[in-house]
Antibody, heavy 114, light 107 residues
């Protein structure tokens, strides 16, 4: 059974940093292209970032709204994908999902507020 | 960026009815389109990929069609468990983009 479990969400002040972790199981993680997608309080879905597999040189892609502030990475030995979020803004407040698109985690809530 | 215009924003239909949800891309996305269902408090679930391919385990009353810039999701014989918000997504080009969602309710 495919499982994606996100952790690391919390309440954080604007300008601060936070790192999300997505632990996975039930599929060949090393071959998978992993995504982070977020859902705003208004329920709009926004794709955030993607990291491809080793065979694709771990290529990464980002939404313009997070480029230069967020970094996606992976550890194939731990079947985990990460999202390092720096210089957080109030508009980054959302539920963050780890996703294969065919499978989604339950999400972790990030709230950016002073 | 490719803009995905989804309509209607909300929809109310009776049990057993057929409903259609539309998604218009701002440019040709060559059938690189997915449909998701999201029930309240849950994560999105993939229904359709490549515009018309049914994801494993999804009931056959769901179907997708379209090409170029125009796509649609059809739900036949509406069931109570179909109450949800439906999103389209294009994956033809970065950044990947979603429609704004269609909230489906039972009349």
């Amino acid at each position: 059974e495919v499982q994606l479990v996100e952790t690391g969400g919390s309440l954080v002040q604007p300008g601060k940093s936070l790192k999300l972790t997505c632990a996975t199981s039930g599929f060949t993680f090393s071959n998978a292209w992993m995504h982070w997608v977020r859902q705003s309080p208004e329920k709009q879905l926004e794709w955030v970032a993607q990291i491809k597999a080793k065979s694709n040189n771990y290529a990464t892609y980002y939404a313009e709204s997070v480029k230069g502030r967020f970094t996606i990475s992976r550890d194939d030995s731990k079947s985990s994908v990460y999202l390092q979020m720096n210089s957080l803004k109030e508009e980054d407040t959302a539920i963050y999902y780890c996703s294969l698109f065919a499978y989604w985690g339950q999400g972790t809530l990030v709230t950016v507020s002073s | 960026d490719i803009r995905m215009t989804q309509s209607p924003a909300s929809l109310s239909a009776s049990l057993g009815e057929t409903v259609n949800i539309e998604c218009l891309a701002s440019e040709d996305i060559y059938s690189d389109l997915a449909w998701y269902q999201q029930k309240p408090g849950k994560s999105p679930q993939l229904l359709i990929y490549n515009a018309n391919s049914l994801q494993n385990g999804v009931p056959s009353r769901f179907s997708g069609s379209g090409s170029g810039t125009q796509y649609s999701l059809k739900i036949n014989s509406l069931q109570s468990e179909d109450v949800a918000t439906y999103f389209c997504q294009q994956y033809n080009n970065y950044p990947l983009t979603f429609g704004s969602g269609t909230k489906l309710e039972i009349k």
